[in-house]
């Protein structure tokens, strides 16, 4: 395990150095919070079906849910896919240490480095601009962010595959473009999916992003144990499922080589 | 450690490719066809081609990143395509064009990911980066980013990175492509020392004549995939150089520059028969090698 530790911990140093693109994000995030939060209070007074969802609660699950976007490591799927172009990946897998790993796990160093500092910041961010006031089940937020934490696991995974999606669409663009929106509309980025018609939020929740994106928002006011642990679950089974595809993709990308060459 | 380094028998690679079309067969294109050689423990070779003759396809079976569609091979005693783990732990690998580096991280972490990844001890780790760091002059640039480097500096980092577990095996291909004429004989020497001292076999593929010439004693000449020429340095020169050049130069710094074969022409005859004024020099010189191996790969065509 040492290597991957190292690997984090590389990442981490890389990210310090990515500390002013990290604070560009961060401005953005906390205009898009100020955006929605007036947005919410518009849309709120002249809709009763937004009335069981306050705007303080809102603006925390909105927080929540693009904290998600704003902490994946950029860059990781596309650098895959330069190196399965140029063949690089062929040498870098003569090293004793799956490449594979090497690319999730400075995926995931990424995204630890970020989401707590975003988080941090948004949050004191949240409260000044709410004048104090809390989420309903503000208490959860140690669990959520354990939540959050496996939802990068996911999330440093679907960016591999999307890297390794290149071995057959010769691109990684359109996955990733696909997979960015599906994570918009289905993981409720913008709205709870509880807004939508009952047959998008079933095919929403049929799909990791439904989990990663709402699941894990929610509980900002809605919180019980039993929605966590299903929400864990969920996400737990969904890297299970990309934990295959990617070792599909993988066995895939050894079989070319060794036949093709790099 | 093993007699040989690199046993090869019969070892063949042949590409597939299917035209377009359901019935059309698929088109085979033979890269390397019942290679079989062997190559001592220490032994510095240099295995040399023209473009497309086989050279990186070998390379890449040896170092398990092909897998052959016929023969057989054992690099440092192992089949490198049912124990890759355990080869990677015997061979070195540097390919001028690519990086083993990581990019936006300083060299010294680079190179602490591959030592624990390769299982060696903090005082291993240690001692050998002290030692490859002070034989190529990167003592100074350990702590920089690998972004930050000239291509000069990042090959020799690269080379650290290579052989910082002590491999049995190293193979070059093009190590010194894109260097200036002070970094390749940086790059050079280092090797030749290495090896001698270490007792690395070395397997080079390149274009550089001066590479072959500098760190090899035994030359491969592979083209069409076959095995054409296993000979030695030293033999390559005598065999291949009856020609010879001689140069004359006058005493206003002019030169004229006569190309001769001893084994057909008599250089005294030569000499009476041509008529020289204020002469100041007069040398014999042996063909370059780079000369020697266009005529071997000219002769390989025709």
Known sequence: M??????????FKFQKKQLPVIGTRLVLLLILICIFNQFWQIVKDGNSATAQIN?????????????????RPEGLHYQIEQEIKTGNIAYKMLRPISV?????FSGLGSFLFRLPLLF???????????????PQTFDAVPVIFL??????????????????????LQDSLPLFWILQKAEYILGGLFFPITLYPQWLQEIALATPFGWIGYGVSRLIYDYTPQAAFET??????????????????????????????? | MEKYAVITKNLSKSFYRKEHGFFRPATETKAVQDLSLTIRSGECVAFIGPNGAGKSTTVKMLTSILYPTGGSALVAGINPWENRSALCHQIGVIFGQRSQLWYHLPVRDSLHLLAVAYNLSEAEEKKRLQELSESLQVTELLDRPVRDLSLGQRM??????????????????EPTIGLDVEAKLLLRSFLKQESEAKGITILLT???????????????????????????????KTQFMSEKYIRITHKDGSYQRFHFDPRTEDITHFLKSSTFNQVSDLTIENPPLEEIIRKLYQKEVS
């Open chain 1, 2 to 11: 040492r290597p991957f530790f190292l690997l984090i911990q590389s990442s």
């Open chain 1, 55 to 71: 705007p303080v609660d809102f603006i925390w699950y909105l927080m929540i849910g693009a904290l998600l976007q704003y902490s």
């Open chain 1, 100 to 104: 594979i790993s090497i690319y999730f």
């Open chain 1, 120 to 134: 941090i910041v948004s949050a004191l961010f949240l409260l000044v601009l709410k004048g104090g006031e809390l």
């Open chain 1, 147 to 168: 939540l959050l934490l496996l939802s990068g696991i996911f999330i440093s995974l679907c960016t591999v595959f999307i890297g390794l999606s290149t071995l057959w």
């Open chain 1, 232 to 262: 864990g679950i969920h996400i737990l089974f969904w890297i299970i499922i990309l934990l295959i595809f990617n070792h599909i993709s993988y066995t895939f990308l050894r079989k070319r080589i060794a036949i093709n060459g790099g």
């Open chain 2, 156 to 173: 020799r980092c690269e080379i650290i990175a290579s052989l910082l577990h002590s491999p049995q095996i190293l193979f070059l291909d």
């Open chain 2, 206 to 236: 390149s274009h550089d004549t001066g590479d072959i010439e500098k760190i090899c004693h035994r030359v491969l000449l592979i083209n069409h995939g076959s095995l054409i020429l296993d000979t030695t340095m030293n033999r390559l």
